[in-house]
């Protein structure tokens, strides 16, 4: 089982970046998906997750109305679409799959997600 974050890098403020997390090993059909984060210093956050039908997501206040998660089960991935970037959001991005749980069920604590990614490093600079 294994999550394979990218997309990450250094990126003005008011830009974009798109994040991917790929999944091998199992299927992430019946798991719900998450982005978290850890800035240094900081306990690791939740950014964004979606429940396994897609039909439920949670957006901490912080990122409401500049990012977006999507997921393609057909390509066992989800992704993490991030505008207006802004210095507060630097930090390492972690995906995380949690599960199984039925479709609408939307876990956004740390406890409930099992298997997690490697990071990639998000720079926004002033």
């Known amino acids: 089982v294994q999550l394979q974050a990218s997309g990450g890098g250094l990126v003005q403020s008011g830009g974009s970046l798109r994040l991917s997390c790929a999944a091998s090993?199992?299927?992430?059909?019946?798991?719900?998906l998450g982005w978290f984060r850890q800035a240094p210093g900081k306990e690791r956050e939740a950014v964004s997750c979606?429940?396994?039908?897609?039909?439920?997501?949670y957006y901490a206040d912080s990122v409401k109305g500049r990012f977006t998660i999507s997921r393609d089960n057909a390509k066992n991935t989800v992704y993490l679409q991030m505008n207006s970037l802004k210095p507060e959001d630097t930090a390492v991005y972690y995906c995380?799959?949690?599960?199984?749980?039925?479709?609408?069920?939307?876990?956004?604590?740390?406890?409930?997600?099992?298997?997690w990614g490697q990071g990639t490093q998000v720079t926004v600079s002033s």
């Open positions: 995380a799959s949690g599960g199984p749980y039925i479709s609408n069920y939307l876990p956004v604590v740390k406890k409930e997600f099992g298997y």
């Open positions: 090993g199992f299927s992430v059909d019946y798991y719900a």
């Open positions: 979606i429940s396994s039908s897609g039909g439920a997501t």
